[in-house]
């Protein structure tokens, strides 16, 4: 007897294609792909039907290119000196009737807002332009300056040996190059509160992807200047509130999520320094650290001992977890935390 199919709901298809669940409510309407509803009207999606549709079509550009493409719904050249982004960010609201109280309201006022700020007070531009692409299911924004760049200014202000390495150190949240004037998180939650974020400097292009669960890294053309591209399905019930509180303790920024396949050579950690290039800083503002192993074939003795013996018994007070790991890796880990006091691990 075949077995029974079984339905999904929006929200399911949409963690399958990496698309908000506007978009794929869009795509349904359209007949791109197929579904069905529920006598109170609820839509459901046989997974395998949209799987074997899309594998049979060529899904649609996308959205967050697609976007931008478009007819910008507001774009303006801002002088920089002087500039409030509060108060462009109450202009452009008003001009696209964007309500700020709804989640992808709260959420894109504070990613706006976050990286005009950054924009004035970190690029050395005179100017930025602002673009606004909106539609139904998808708000779109861009700043792009005209200064020195984000990774070249983070490497430079660090001394760090690569732009590779800037991103690796905003991915931590809380590091700045004006620590008087700036936590440093603002980045870091903007890439974590919006459904893709990207941020393009001296030819280096860095996507957080909180649709698919994944981040990437890649080579562009070299422009002057810094871009961010923020998206946001404007039907989204993410809540900003939650996602600060995931990272936070007693209202106190603790906890980090450095993704250690993107800072490597390869998918292998074999070497001390690279342990200490990835927990570097890190003694200075978390109480937690976790390490995703995602997608990280194997690692070194060295490697290990790093990151979970030497370094926490030099910081007592904090925690390192090792998250999503292989067998192999894991074996690596295990024995690496054998070798570990149980009266010093955490």
Same mark, same amino acid.
């Given at each position: 007897m /075949?077995? *029974?199919?079984? %339905?999904?709901?929006?929200a399911d298809v949409a963690r399958e294609l990496g698309l908000s669940p506007s978009r794929i409510r869009q795509l349904a309407d359209s007949g791109f792909i197929p579904s069905s509803r529920t006598p109170g009207g609820h839509r %459901?999606?046989? %997974? +395998?039907?949209?799987?074997?549709?899309?594998? !049979? =079509?060529? %899904?649609?550009?996308?959205?967050?290119? /697609? +976007?931008?493409? $478009?007819?910008?719904? #507001?774009?303006?050249?801002?002088?920089?000196?002087?500039? *409030?982004?509060?108060?462009?960010? !109450? !202009?452009? =609201?008003?001009?696209? =009737?964007?309500?700020?109280?709804?989640?992808?309201?709260?959420?894109?006022?504070y990613a706006f807002t976050e990286m005009l700020n950054n924009a004035i007070d970190h690029s050395d531009s005179d100017a930025a332009s602002i673009t606004w692409w909106t539609s139904s299911d998808q708000w779109i924004f861009e700043i792009r300056d005209y200064g020195v760049g984000a990774y070249p200014k983070l490497r430079t202000g660090l001394g760090l040996a690569s732009d590779f390495e800037a991103v690796q150190e905003l991915s931590k949240g809380k590091r700045t190059t004006d620590r008087a004037h700036h936590t440093g998180e603002g980045i870091f939650f903007t890439s974590k509160a919006v459904d893709v974020f990207r941020l393009t400097s001296s030819g280096v292009r860095w996507t957080v992807d909180n649709l698919r669960h994944d981040v990437a890294l890649g080579i562009v053309d070299h422009a002057i200047g810094t871009s961010v591209v923020c998206q946001i399905d404007p039907q989204t019930e993410r809540d900003l509130a939650a996602i600060f509180h995931e990272f936070t303790d007693n209202f106190a920024f603790t906890r980090t999520r450095p993704v250690v396949k993107l800072f490597g050579i390869g998918t292998s950690f074999v070497s001390r320094s690279e342990a200490r290039r990835l927990l570097d800083g890190l003694d200075v503002d978390f109480e937690t650290v976790e390490v995703d192993f995602? +997608?990280?074939?194997?690692?070194?003795?060295?490697?290990?001992?790093?990151?979970?013996?030497? #370094?926490?018994? *030099?910081?007592?007070?904090? $925690?390192?977890?090792?998250?999503?790991?292989?067998?192999?890796?894991?074996?690596?880990?295990? =024995? +690496?935390?054998? &070798?570990?006091?149980? !009266?010093?691990? &955490?």
């Amino acid at each position: 007897m /075949a077995e *029974s199919t079984r %339905l999904v709901r929006i929200a399911d298809v949409a963690r399958e294609l990496g698309l908000s669940p506007s978009r794929i409510r869009q795509l349904a309407d359209s007949g791109f792909i197929p579904s069905s509803r529920t006598p109170g009207g609820h839509r %459901l999606f046989d %997974l +395998g039907a949209v799987r074997a549709e899309v594998a !049979r =079509r060529t %899904l649609p550009a996308d959205p967050l290119t /697609a +976007g931008q493409e $478009a007819e910008p719904s #507001w774009a303006q050249e801002l002088t920089l000196l002087g500039l *409030s982004e509060d108060i462009v960010w !109450r !202009r452009i =609201r008003e001009d696209l =009737r964007i309500d700020p109280d709804t989640p992808a309201g709260r959420i894109t006022g504070y990613a706006f807002t976050e990286m005009l700020n950054n924009a004035i007070d970190h690029s050395d531009s005179d100017a930025a332009s602002i673009t606004w692409w909106t539609s139904s299911d998808q708000w779109i924004f861009e700043i792009r300056d005209y200064g020195v760049g984000a990774y070249p200014k983070l490497r430079t202000g660090l001394g760090l040996a690569s732009d590779f390495e800037a991103v690796q150190e905003l991915s931590k949240g809380k590091r700045t190059t004006d620590r008087a004037h700036h936590t440093g998180e603002g980045i870091f939650f903007t890439s974590k509160a919006v459904d893709v974020f990207r941020l393009t400097s001296s030819g280096v292009r860095w996507t957080v992807d909180n649709l698919r669960h994944d981040v990437a890294l890649g080579i562009v053309d070299h422009a002057i200047g810094t871009s961010v591209v923020c998206q946001i399905d404007p039907q989204t019930e993410r809540d900003l509130a939650a996602i600060f509180h995931e990272f936070t303790d007693n209202f106190a920024f603790t906890r980090t999520r450095p993704v250690v396949k993107l800072f490597g050579i390869g998918t292998s950690f074999v070497s001390r320094s690279e342990a200490r290039r990835l927990l570097d800083g890190l003694d200075v503002d978390f109480e937690t650290v976790e390490v995703d192993f995602t +997608g990280v074939s194997d690692v070194g003795q060295g490697f290990v001992d790093e990151l979970l013996r030497v #370094w926490p018994q *030099s910081h007592p007070e904090k $925690a390192v977890i090792p998250t999503n790991m292989n067998p192999a890796v894991e074996f690596m880990v295990e =024995r +690496g935390l054998t &070798r570990v006091d149980p !009266r010093e691990a &955490r």
